[in-house]
């Protein structure tokens, strides 16, 4: 009996310790995907990386626009103890290249075919010195509106394809007695209002050459100080309890009717989709006042580290291939707002933001209007990005006149 006892409890530590051994391989994915549609979007690549077999740790950190998590990512790594995955993007995927500590994943996107299946644009971002590093996700649009059309109903107001009409909307809004623009007052929301105001204001081409190229000329020109006057006007129509507000609660004011609009990339739309409300019926969206022939493009994508054994390696490649695979594009966007990146997915479940989303980019990318989003990290570096965005939060947040808010951003725009 004692023998027996004995021996089962050595086989139970010897199965214990083959099984910790044969555990199955993890990987583990650093992301900002906290909001309703988005954690729905994120579930979504844990199931089916556990489908294959592969188990998901999640590194989630609260934070629109994802600053808190570069934080903590930072830490990590320093740390020398980096996540399987990480969501950065455009030029920062570049500057993480040069710290040498990604990973090659040039046999996941042989397997995928992902030259063939991804727009050009797209392609050359995810990769470092020729090799791919990352994956990407999705393609968000950045320049929208997001509507309610009851609370535009009960105003009189008309939904607005210009900033005089838009004006006229938030005015109308207001003396109705509701807010007339939902906004949240953290930095990366502020330009995120801002870089719609100065594409609205001035074109897709002077925004390449304000926002892109920082050239000075441009930047110091009447069309950004009318950009500040317009972005100056939108202040008097935010509510005085936007400071510090995340972006969802301000969607959520869109939704339940206190708020007639929101500028908002299209991870909005995850929001009222969340909340089972209806395209083109319970909520407009519209091409931010002026901008309806321009789009501005935020991939978002995971970025691969170097990681010790071929096991985390394998399990990586398995994640990087799921992430552009058919099946995850379609399910993973359709709760996100955003587009599939890559070719071959069909449009049949996808609503009509979705569409004009997918038919805007192709039609932009024809006619020059297809413009990188600064205010998601596509257009220029970190640090520049950091001190523009700066700016634009004092803006803001002060009586800053708009000849100094010019003055102020042309300055900025040299940070080296
Ligand atoms: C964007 C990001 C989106 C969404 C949004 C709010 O920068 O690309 O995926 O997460 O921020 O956090």
Not at 165 to 175: C, G, L, M, Q
Not at 319 to 333: G, I, K, M, R, T
Request: net charge positive; hydrophobic share 45%.
């Amino acid at each position: 009996m004692k023998l027996n006892t004995i021996t089962l409890g050595a086989m139970a530590a010897a199965l214990l310790s083959a099984s910790a051994a044969h555990a199955a391989p993890q990987v583990e994915v650093l992301h900002y995907w906290t909001s309703g549609g988005e954690a729905k979007s994120a579930a979504e690549l844990k199931k089916m990386m556990e489908a294959k077999g592969v188990a998901w740790k999640d590194f989630a950190v609260a934070g629109g626009g994802g600053e808190n998590a570069a934080t903590a990512l930072k830490a990590r790594v320093m740390a020398g103890n980096a996540p399987t995955a990480a969501q950065i993007k455009g030029p920062a995927i570049q500057e993480w290249g040069q710290e040498g500590v990604l990973a090659n994943i040039d046999a996941a996107a042989a397997e995928g075919k992902w030259e063939a299946s991804l727009p050009p644009v797209v392609n050359s971002v995810m990769k470092y010195k020729g090799h791919y590093v990352a994956v990407p996700v999705n393609v968000h649009r950045v320049n929208w509106l997001w509507v309610n059309p009851e609370v535009l109903k009960k105003a009189g107001a008309k939904p607005p394809t210009n900033f005089a009409e838009f004006f006229d909307a938030a005015e109308k809004i207001k003396k109705a007695g509701l807010t007339a623009i939902a906004h949240g007052g953290q930095p990366w929301q502020d330009a995120t209002v801002f870089e719609s105001v100065v594409l609205g204001t001035g074109g897709a081409d002077f925004y390449k050459k304000a926002i892109v190229q920082l050239d000075q000329g441009a930047l110091t020109s009447p069309t950004m100080l009318k950009a500040f006057e317009n972005l100056a006007r939108i202040k008097t129509y935010i509510d005085k309890d936007a400071a510090g507000r995340d972006w969802n609660l301000a969607t959520a004011m869109v939704i339940n009717g206190k708020a007639g609009m929101q500028f908002m990339g299209d991870w909005a739309k995850g929001e009222f989709t969340s909340a089972g409300k209806v395209a083109g019926k319970d909520f407009l969206c519209l091409a931010a006042p002026g901008t309806e022939k321009a789009f501005t493009f935020n991939v978002d994508s995971l970025t691969m580290f170097k990681m010790k054994s071929a096991e985390e390696q394998k399990a990586q490649l398995t994640l990087a291939n799921a992430v552009l695979s058919p099946e995850f594009q379609e399910v993973f966007n359709l709760n996100k707002g955003s587009i599939p990146v890559r070719a071959g997915v069909s449009r049949a479940k996808f609503d009509a933001c979705a569409t004009k989303s997918m038919d805007d980019m192709a039609a932009t990318s024809q006619g020059g209007g297809l413009v990188p989003s600064f205010a998601h990290g596509m257009a220029i570096d970190t640090a520049k990005a950091g001190a523009i965005q700066d700016v634009v939060a004092k803006f803001m947040n002060s009586n800053m006149t708009p000849q100094a808010a010019v003055q102020a951003l042309a300055k900025a725009a040299k940070t080296m």
